[in-house]
């Protein structure tokens, strides 16, 4: 490669080839939370990478109410996403009491005909496509540890551990208590066929062994604090590290009043099937909505009108900013009936990493921004190439570290070099193009250029990094 003036090529050369898939690829790993109106943005990601965002399986959304009267058939109008919507969510989306939830139920069941074996099948897939969201896993060889509660809960849980099974995960399920009806027998039966261990205890050592637990022990169906053997099983759940996905209800808690009976399980994700129920209101993680059978009349009858439409063929959809604190009108519903003490929130509200304070974080849905990392010979070149990264706007910001060493190898041996370290601040979007700046005046022919999203910070610095940079030259701009 003719490279001049440097003594280590290789090592930056083949970073070079890699920059732009790391860049973008590690957008996708680190945010899942891709608009549908910046989709286009990230076509060019890497196949493994970017298929999950295709073929019907779930995309974070921070998109448009579906209006019942609008004659839609779901799909969602892009030029409508919104992040203006993201706020206010918890607002203003009707959340159902337990009677609701049941009469909902069985108004499917009952004019639209649909067998519980039906709902049950599209609740299950949500469920799948929710987790392979969630676990933002190119590889998707997670161990997945799905519990099974004795309702239809648990069978929604049965259901999604076949999906994920045929997703690519390796799910085993724990399910202590099973019913007798065909249905249960049968999705049984579904599951180990295709080899998923369907055991009745806890297995050990959960934390070493899985990379991901699925409650779903309890939905709307749940009165009282739990009976044995579930009460120990929360127990065990509630100290878990292990990130958790809830169906529909966090088990143990109360459908309305959330964790009455203290069991101290706070979930990292929860996937609301049909509607959210009240307790969703105390939920603070990354919530999805599944279920994707609501006739519009029925939507409409019960005001469910403000929900989030499904993006394309997706079968769930996340409602993003629910962990968001602030929301001094969050917890009430619109008809403003059976509002908490925001003083009970609190207390119940046991507040996992994801749920940032508003006032320090503004959580990046979407890569936004970077940090570039760019190593330079010596201070006077990185001085240099500093300032005609702020002056020419495609950088806020450059902090320079004078001394890193870096150890790499080269035709066999490992060599130590001194070199600097800049750290540049940006849009996203204009990596490329601050890739290709940065090459044109660099001493090294292939100099490093790193980009690592950014995935939060002061509103008012991100807000001063984009007033301080440039749009694209191309007009492309994924914030
Ligand atoms: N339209 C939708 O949205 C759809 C929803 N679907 C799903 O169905 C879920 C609701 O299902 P569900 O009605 O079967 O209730 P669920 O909570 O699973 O279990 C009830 C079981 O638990 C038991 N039990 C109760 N309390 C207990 C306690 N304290 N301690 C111990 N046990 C207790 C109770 O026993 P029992 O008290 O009656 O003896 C009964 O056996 C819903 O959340 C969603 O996931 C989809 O599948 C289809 C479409
Ligand atoms: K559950």
Redesign the pocket.
């Known amino acids: 490669a003719g490279i001049t003036s440097h003594a280590h090529p290789r090592p930056h050369q083949a970073l070079a080839f890699v920059t732009h898939s790391l860049a973008w690829g590690s957008f996708r790993a680190i945010s899942s939370s891709i608009t549908l109106a910046s989709a286009s943005s990230v076509g060019d990601l890497p196949t493994a990478l970017n298929e999950g965002g295709k073929g019907g399986t779930c995309r974070s959304f921070s998109g448009v109410p579906l209006h019942s009267d609008s004659n839609s058939n779901n799909m969602v109008d892009p030029s409508k996403g919104s992040d203006a919507a993201v706020s206010s969510w918890r607002q203003r989306i009707t959340l159902l009491t337990q009677k609701e ?2 009469a ?2 069985e108004e ?1 069941m009952g004019t639209p005909g649909f067998t ?1 074996d039906q ?2 099948e ?3 897939l949500s469920v799948a496509s929710a987790i392979h969201d969630f676990l933002a896993q190119p590889t998707r060889s997670a161990s997945i540890l799905i519990l099974c ?8 849980g049965l259901v999604a551990a076949r999906h994920l099974y045929h997703f690519g995960y390796r799910p085993v399920v724990v399910y202590p ?1 099973r ?1 007798a009806r065909p249905l249960f027998t049968n999705l049984v039966k579904q599951c180990e066929d295709l080899g998923i261990h369907v055991g009745g205890d806890m297995p050990e050592d959960i934390e070493a062994n899985f990379d991901c637990v699925v409650d ?12 044995a053997p ?2 120990e099983m929360m127990q065990v759940l509630s100290k878990l590290t292990t990130p958790i996905v809830s ?3 966090p088990s143990g808690w109360d459908v309305e009043a959330g964790d009455l009976y203290g069991t101290g399980f706070t979930p990292d994700a929860l996937v609301s ?2 509607a959210p129920k009240k307790c969703a209101a105390l939920f603070r993680g990354r919530h999805y909505l599944g ?1 994707r ?1 609501v006739p519009p009349g029925l939507q409409h009858q019960y005001g469910l009108d403000a929900l989030p439409a499904y993006p394309g063929t997706c079968q769930c959809v996340e409602i993003e900013g629910w962990d968001e604190e602030g929301g001094d009108e969050g917890d009430k519903d619109r008809d403003g009936r059976g509002r908490e003490d925001p003083k009970d929130r609190e207390s119940t509200s046991r507040g996992r990493p994801s749920a940032s304070p508003a006032s320090a974080l503004t959580p990046a849905s979407t890569p936004e921004f970077v940090v570039v990392w760019i190593t330079a010979p010596d201070a006077k070149e990185a001085s240099a190439l500093a300032e005609r990264l702020v002056e020419s706007d495609l950088a806020a910001c450059v902090n320079i570290v004078p001394r890193v060493d870096s150890v790499y190898k080269w035709e066999g041996k490992v060599e130590r070099n001194g070199e600097v370290l800049l750290m540049a601040k940006t849009r996203a979007s204009l990596v490329p193009e601050l890739s290709a700046f940065v090459t044109k005046h660099h001493s090294y022919d292939v100099p490093e250029t790193i980009a690592a999203g950014i995935v939060g910070g002061g509103p008012e610095y991100l807000k001063w990094v984009r007033e301080s940079t440039r749009e694209p030259a191309d007009g492309r701009d994924t914030g």
């Not at 779903?216 to 009976?227: E, I, M, S, V, Y």
């Open positions: 939830a049941q909902i139920d499917l519980v709902l049950m599209l609740a299950g509660g004795p309702g239809n809960n648990g069978g929604d208590k019913p779903a022990l309890f939905g709307f169906g749940t009165a009282g604090p739990l009976r579930f009460g169906v529909d209800i099937l049909t279920g059978f």
